[in-house]
């Protein structure tokens, strides 16, 4: 009993780190498992000199109940397990009686993990049948580290012929994904998440299409715009809008220089410190583009809502985009960034004077400036005006801020607001961390970008390589004109800078002040989070120095 009690806390310690380390907890748990249980096992994995007959076919049960250690291709056939039949796994599809799983031919028990992971929803869905449907869609569960810990949760295998009709049919979601440039460097490929390489993304104020930061969370849908409609619905109200994509096009439009940012950006800096749950952006998931398309407000004012409304808070956004339990992506923003004539809200079907692409929102994007990128919803199919935000899991149980102190056996994402507008950041863009750079008259070149949330306008970017000591205020290279708080686009900056004879390396900074002088904070052990979102801390590179 005390050897089951003890291998029930690992497994449970697992579950809660496996979100914040997947390959150190792998280890970890396999280590733990060898040294702890082997002995046991070994003497109690005996065959029971049965068989039972299930449904006509013979099913092997062993006395020994814990999860086995694992040496064969992941889902495959362990002769070292029980076997279940369909029969038996659906009826496990609920956290009272169990949540059972089937991976290709195995059968996991992840009741533990269930309660601690923030797409238990998602998770659920799944429960008493197979996962390789929501595999093939969040394709980031597809890693040699994924599989180490999932394993952990191996029980059994699913009787022969069981699982053919629940795969059958299946086809990869992704199969009629885009083309994409070669010069974006893939943070995950099913969905695909791609950022450009820093220098490259400084050498454009704006930002060409192609070369734009992709954030996809699901497959990008494929729609027709000859039958694409936008429907606008009031909560309380049965009467609804519709709008055909000519339609939104004939009416009074606005273009607009915007920049946007996933929340992620710069997530990697945060990694440096301690391990975090996300895609492990760099400093380039950010981009500007002009956008062209129907103020919002125009179409709410049509549809009946005031701008003086008080009954109604929020504004919520549906995309086409849907998981296989056919889920659609989903966000909101207050009602009064929406109805705000300085707010710019538009729904855009231009972006840099072309129909936008299809990773980028194609036909409608709801372009939302100054506000995380997550809000900027793409394949927009639905607005809601609702007293209530967005039930969506992307609203309620991610893109949220945290203390340092929180982890995943603490956090509560209803304690927490939705990321909305983000705070003032910068990044050196050039050099690239652990380059050789060339010092040319006693200095060295060193070029980036500024933004901040909100329509606030960058006025100052400060840079020092002597850790602090002295700052020199870099040179603005391209800024927008427009004055805040509708000032929606980033800086490009860059700086001469001079490095002590002697050196042979250094570590660079910089730190951007706002119009509302809001600056970034130092260190990014005092903001790091769960998520690794909001990473503004001083970017911070290191370089070799080469002289003539």
Same mark, same amino acid.
């Given at each position: 009993?005390?050897?089951?009690?003890?291998?029930?806390?690992? @497994?449970?310690?697992?579950?809660?780190?496996?979100?914040?380390?997947?390959?150190?907890?792998? /280890?970890?748990?396999?280590?733990? *498992?060898?040294?702890?249980?082997?002995?046991?096992?070994?003497?109690?994995?005996?065959?029971?000199?049965?068989?039972?007959?299930?449904?006509?076919?013979?099913?092997? *049960?062993?006395?020994?109940?814990?999860?086995?250690?694992?040496?064969?291709?992941?889902?495959? *056939?362990?002769?070292?397990?029980?076997?279940?039949?369909?029969?038996?796994?659906?009826?496990?599809?609920?956290?009272?009686?169990?949540?059972?799983?089937?991976?290709?031919?195995? @059968?996991?028990?992840?009741?533990?993990?269930?309660?601690?992971?923030?797409?238990? #929803?998602?998770?659920?869905?799944? =429960?008493?049948?197979?996962?390789?449907?929501?595999?093939?869609?969040?394709? +980031?569960?597809?890693?040699?580290?994924?599989?180490?810990?999932?394993?952990?949760?191996?029980?059994?295998? !699913?009787?022969?012929?069981?699982?053919?009709?629940?795969?059958?049919?299946?086809?990869?979601?992704?199969?009629?994904?885009?083309?994409?440039?070669? =010069?974006? !460097?893939? $943070?995950?490929?099913?969905?695909?998440?791609?950022?450009?390489?820093?220098?490259?993304?400084?050498?454009?104020?704006?930002?060409?299409? #192609?070369?734009?930061?992709?954030?996809?969370?699901? &497959?990008?849908? #494929?729609?027709?715009?000859?039958?694409?409609?936008?429907?606008?619905?009031?909560?309380?109200? %049965?009467?609804?809008?519709?709008?055909?994509?000519?339609?939104?096009?004939?009416?009074?439009?606005?273009?607009?220089?915007? /920049?946007?940012?996933?929340?992620?950006?710069?997530?990697?800096?945060?990694?440096?410190?301690?391990?975090?749950?996300?895609?492990?952006?760099?400093?380039?998931?950010?981009?500007?583009?002009?956008?062209?398309?129907?103020?919002?407000?125009?179409?709410?004012?049509?549809?009946? +809502?005031? #701008?003086?409304?008080?009954? *109604?808070?929020?504004?919520?956004?549906?995309?086409?985009? $849907?998981?296989?339990?056919?889920?659609?992506?989903? =966000?909101?923003? &207050?009602?009064?960034?929406?109805?705000?004539?300085?707010?710019? @809200?538009?729904?855009?079907?231009?972006?840099?004077?072309?129909?936008?692409?299809?990773?980028?929102?194609?036909?409608?994007?709801?372009?939302?400036?100054?506000? !995380?990128?997550?809000?900027?919803?793409?394949?927009?199919?639905? +607005?809601?005006?609702?007293? %209530?935000?967005?039930?969506?899991?992307?609203?309620?149980?991610?893109?949220?801020?945290?203390?340092?102190?929180?982890?995943?056996?603490?956090?509560?994402?209803?304690?927490?607001? =939705?990321?909305?507008?983000?705070?003032?950041?910068?990044?050196?863009?050039?050099?690239?961390?652990?380059?050789?750079?060339?010092?040319?008259?006693?200095?060295?070149?060193?070029?980036?970008?500024?933004?901040?949330?909100?329509?606030?306008? +960058?006025?100052?970017?400060?840079?020092?390589?002597?850790?602090?000591?002295?700052?020199?205020?870099?040179?603005?290279?391209?800024?927008?004109?427009?004055?805040?708080?509708?000032?929606?686009?980033?800086?490009?900056?860059?700086?001469?800078?001079?490095?002590?004879?002697?050196?042979?390396?250094?570590?660079?900074?910089?730190?951007?002040?706002?119009?509302?002088?809001?600056?970034? &904070?130092?260190?990014?052990?005092?903001?790091?989070?769960?998520?690794?979102?909001?990473?503004?801390?001083?970017?911070?590179?290191?370089?070799?120095?080469?002289?003539?």
């Amino acid at each position: 009993m005390l050897r089951r009690l003890s291998r029930k806390l690992i @497994v449970h310690r697992a579950s809660c780190q496996a979100l914040a380390n997947f390959s150190e907890l792998a /280890t970890h748990n396999k280590q733990n *498992y060898e040294k702890e249980s082997k002995p046991f096992l070994n003497s109690r994995n005996v065959l029971i000199g049965t068989i039972t007959i299930l449904g006509g076919s013979l099913g092997y *049960y062993l006395i020994d109940k814990f999860r086995n250690p694992y040496d064969g291709k992941p889902g495959s *056939y362990d002769p070292k397990l029980p076997v279940y039949t369909l029969e038996e796994i659906s009826s496990h599809d609920s956290l009272e009686k169990g949540v059972w799983v089937i991976f290709k031919e195995g @059968v996991y028990d992840i009741t533990e993990f269930v309660p601690g992971h923030p797409g238990g #929803e998602q998770i659920l869905m799944a =429960a008493g049948s197979s996962v390789e449907p929501f595999w093939m869609l969040y394709g +980031i569960h597809q890693t040699p580290e994924v599989s180490a810990i999932f394993e952990s949760y191996r029980i059994g295998n !699913v009787r022969a012929g069981d699982t053919k009709h629940l795969t059958s049919d299946m086809s990869d979601p992704y199969a009629n994904e885009p083309k994409r440039h070669f =010069a974006l !460097v893939p $943070a995950s490929a099913k969905p695909f998440n791609a950022e450009l390489p820093p220098d490259v993304l400084i050498q454009n104020f704006i930002t060409p299409n #192609e070369l734009f930061y992709v954030r996809n969370h699901l &497959p990008v849908p #494929e729609i027709d715009p000859k039958t694409y409609e936008l429907e606008i619905e009031i909560d309380g109200k %049965e009467e609804t809008m519709t709008f055909t994509l000519d339609e939104l096009k004939k009416m009074p439009k606005r273009t607009i220089t915007v /920049t946007i940012m996933c929340a992620g950006n710069r997530r990697s800096d945060m990694v440096k410190y301690k391990p975090v749950r996300g895609l492990n952006w760099g400093a380039a998931a950010i981009g500007t583009a002009t956008w062209t398309g129907v103020p919002l407000r125009d179409i709410l004012l049509q549809a009946g +809502i005031d #701008e003086d409304e008080e009954k *109604y808070k929020h504004i919520q956004f549906e995309g086409i985009d $849907a998981d296989v339990t056919a889920k659609n992506y989903g =966000a909101s923003i &207050p009602i009064w960034k929406a109805l705000d004539k300085r707010g710019d @809200v538009i729904l855009a079907y231009e972006m840099n004077g072309v129909p936008i692409p299809r990773d980028h929102g194609f036909p409608i994007r709801v372009i939302v400036p100054g506000v !995380v990128g997550a809000r900027n919803v793409k394949w927009l199919g639905k +607005i809601v005006v609702s007293e %209530e935000e967005s039930d969506s899991h992307w609203q309620q149980n991610d893109y949220k801020g945290f203390s340092p102190s929180v982890d995943w056996d603490t956090v509560d994402f209803t304690k927490s607001p =939705a990321i909305q507008e983000l705070p003032v950041i910068s990044a050196i863009c050039k050099p690239a961390q652990g380059s050789q750079v060339a010092v040319k008259d006693g200095k060295i070149n060193v070029k980036g970008y500024a933004w901040s949330g909100g329509g606030q306008k +960058i006025v100052r970017v400060d840079v020092t390589v002597d850790g602090g000591k002295t700052w020199h205020v870099a040179n603005f290279d391209h800024q927008d004109t427009v004055s805040p708080p509708r000032h929606w686009a980033w800086t490009l900056w860059s700086i001469d800078i001079p490095v002590s004879d002697d050196a042979t390396s250094v570590e660079i900074w910089s730190k951007a002040v706002d119009s509302s002088y809001n600056t970034q &904070p130092e260190s990014v052990e005092n903001i790091w989070n769960l998520r690794g979102v909001l990473s503004n801390a001083y970017h911070r590179i290191r370089v070799g120095l080469k002289r003539e």
